[in-house]
């Protein structure tokens, strides 16, 4: 299973749509997993999961509790037997 982390910053530092967009357009996703910064912040939630919505139509939306399950959670989604 291939992975790639989307980084930014919560603070205004980052234009967050592009930076999003862009990962989400550089290859098909299985799962997308949506951490507690996001989630913590409402207006930021609804943007990022309506980017995902729009950009990775056929994803799986996953939620981790710590950044430490992260895989863990996206495995919940994905068909790992093999």
Same mark, same amino acid.
């Given at each position: ?5 989307? #980084?930014?910053?919560? /603070?205004?530092? /980052? ?12 290859? !098909? ?14 207006? #930021? ?5 309506? #980017?995902?919505?729009?950009?990775? !139509? /056929? ?7 710590? !950044? ?9 989604? #994905?068909?790992?037997?093999?």
């Amino acid at each position: 299973m291939g992975t790639e982390f989307c #980084l930014f910053g919560l /603070d205004g530092s /980052d234009d967050i749509e592009v930076m999003v967009t862009v990962a989400l357009r550089a290859q !098909p996703w299985e799962c997308v997993v949506v951490g507690g910064g996001v989630r913590n912040q409402l207006d #930021l939630f609804e943007r990022v999961i309506n #980017l995902v919505h729009r950009h990775a !139509p /056929d994803a799986a939306i996953a939620f981790n509790a710590t !950044p430490a399950d992260t895989f863990e959670a996206a495995a919940r989604w #994905l068909d790992t037997s093999g």
